[in-house]
């Protein structure tokens, strides 16, 4: 009997022959929400999705597992994700791409934007209705043309253009990689801002920033998520809640 690594899930799209792993999602034994929106997100346990299982999304993945949250990683290898799946078991298993999108309640978008299109025409329609939080970043020479094109509408739109029916929250694209081994510190965590049309988006969102061990804080709708896109003063600062609010003009008890 052929034994396949624990913790890969298929691709929806791929047909079992094409398979070279199988499946196993690793029991979480904790209490598995129903498929659809969450309602009451306040101490319970979310599927996430996570779509670009790198630098970004693995980390994040691991603080959300442990706090009781169940993540599957995705990556177009998932065979390369044994590791991440092994240090956040067992609430963590892998897949690819589209098993992410179909399993989460929450799907985090950590790829690199000139991916969006591409994964907006593929897998948008699993998202739909879905809180989806995007922590992109456009860089010109990785990303090309569409960094300009990002940045002048604000990344938070320009993402939500590509998938039509998704709770599209923006978040935790302040952090640079390295501060996200502060996540919890001692002290005044470090203040994430998060942008969302969607109120219970937001406050999914906001949920699972604090879950990671950073303080979330409230700035508005979509459109504004552009007062902290790349190059803007709050941006990769690490900069506490208070210093955050102080410099987007927020009122300073703003979202508590
Ligand atoms: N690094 C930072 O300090 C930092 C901080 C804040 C925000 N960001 C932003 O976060 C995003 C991710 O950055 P990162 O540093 O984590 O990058 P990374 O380490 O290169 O990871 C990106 C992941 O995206 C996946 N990916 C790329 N194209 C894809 C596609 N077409 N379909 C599905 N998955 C795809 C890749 O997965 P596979 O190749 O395995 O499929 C890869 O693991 C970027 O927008 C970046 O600007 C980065």
């Not at 600062?237 to 955050?244: C, L, Y």
Request: one cysteine or more.
């Amino acid at each position: 009997m052929k034994h396949h690594p624990a913790g890969i899930q298929r691709s929806l799209c791929q047909p079992l022959s094409a398979l070279a792993t199988v499946f196993l999602l690793v029991s979480t034994g904790l209490p598995v929400a129903a498929q659809g929106t969450p309602t009451e997100p306040e101490g319970r346990s979310l599927r996430i999705g996570i779509i670009g299982s790198g630098t970004m999304g693995g980390p994040i993945g691991q603080l959300w597992a442990d706090a009781g949250h169940q993540v599957l990683y995705s990556s177009r290898n998932p065979d390369q994700l044994m590791d991440l799946v092994r240090d956040a078991a067992p609430r963590a298993s892998a897949g690819y791409p589209d098993a992410a999108a179909h399993f989460g309640e929450v799907i985090l978008l950590a790829v690199p934007p000139s991916a969006v299109p591409q994964i907006g025409e593929d897998y948008g329609h699993l998202m739909e209705g879905k809180v989806v939080i995007d922590l992109t970043n456009p860089r010109e020479d990785r990303d090309g043309l569409i960094s300009n094109e990002w940045l002048e509408m604000g990344t938070g739109l320009a993402m939500a253009q590509y998938l039509s029916g998704a709770r599209v929250v923006k978040a935790f694209n302040t952090l640079g990689s390295g501060m996200l081994g502060e996540a919890h510190r001692p002290g005044e965590w470090i203040g994430v801002p998060v942008a969302g049309d969607d109120a219970e988006a937001v406050e999914v969102a906001a949920l699972l920033v604090r879950d990671a061990g950073f303080e979330p804080v409230v700035v508005g709708p979509l459109a504004r998520a552009s007062e902290f896109d790349r190059g803007t003063p709050v941006w990769v600062s690490g900069m506490t809640a208070a210093e955050v609010r102080a410099a987007l003009g927020l009122p300073p008890d703003a979202d508590r």
